[in-house]
């Protein structure tokens, strides 16, 4: 299997920036998604990265490092809703399933 | 607007009692899965129908099954439910071949069993 490791939590202030790391160890990597998942419900899909490099959608950015096994997503300009869990998943070449991390609870506080 | 429908979102059955939760989709996906998610945890996936054909993981028990009569509809069947299969069921979809292949989720249904 794959080893996903993220924080478990990170708390931060209203309209702050916070980054949410996750490493992997697999053979074989082909991508990586970030999903946001608020309390009881769906995961929604946020960004995939495959290449190399930082891709940027509005205040949400996700990084990607192939040769040290680390992606980050960072949230700028947090707003209460952005309180939620974010979950990293990967994808292996020839395979079109991922195997999720646990997941990183951020709660934004006023 | 396409999507990913579960049914029902809440789900109550006694220990041992047989119980079926439901999925849909309006996606055309070619791939449905069933995810089992337990309280701050990873989705685990139990398995996953490439069109027709049904391909299980390995760690899987027995107790779960599923049936997927046709494109849009796929079924997870719990056969004799347990305390420890109380968790969040998550259906997913994706077109597989299509380049991303993100899969999108529906909303869950939540299991208790007493």
């Known amino acids: 299997g794959q080893n996903i490791d993220q924080p478990t939590e990170m708390t931060a202030t209203e309209g702050a920036i916070v980054q949410i790391n996750c490493t992997y160890q697999?053979?074989?990597?082909?991508?990586l998604f970030w999903y946001q998942q608020h309390a009881g419900e769906a995961p929604t899909f946020l960004s995939y990265?495959?290449?190399?490099g930082l891709e940027e959608k509005g205040r949400f950015s996700s990084f990607l490092s192939r040769s040290k096994g680390y992606s980050y997503l960072l949230l700028k300009e947090l707003q209460m809703k952005d309180s939620a869990s974010y979950l990293c998943?990967?994808?292996?070449?020839?395979?079109?399933?991922?195997?999720f991390g646990a997941g990183t609870t951020v709660t934004v506080r006023a | 607007d396409a999507m990913v429908i579960q049914n029902p979102r809440y789900q109550v059955t006694q220990f041992g009692k047989p119980v079926t939760l439901s999925c849909s989709q309006t996606?055309?996906?070619?791939?449905m899965y069933w995810y089992q998610q337990k309280s701050s945890q990873a989705p685990k996936l139990l398995f996953h129908?490439?069109?027709?054909?049904?391909?299980n993981e390995a760690d899987t028990p027995d107790n779960f099954q599923s049936r997927r009569p046709n494109t849009s509809f796929c079924f997870l069947d719990i056969r004799s439910p347990g305390l420890g299969d109380a968790a969040m069921y998550l259906c997913?979809?994706?077109?597989?071949?299509?380049?991303?292949?993100?899969?999108?989720f529906g909303p869950g249904t939540r299991l208790l069993v007493l």
């Open positions: 990265n495959v290449l190399d």
């Open positions: 998943a990967v994808r292996l070449i020839n395979d079109y399933k991922l195997s």
């Open positions: 996606l055309n996906h070619n791939v």
């Open positions: 997913a979809t994706s077109e597989v071949d299509s380049g991303q292949e993100t899969q999108y």
């Open positions: 129908y490439y069109d027709k054909d049904f391909n």
């Open positions: 697999t053979s074989g990597f082909n991508g």
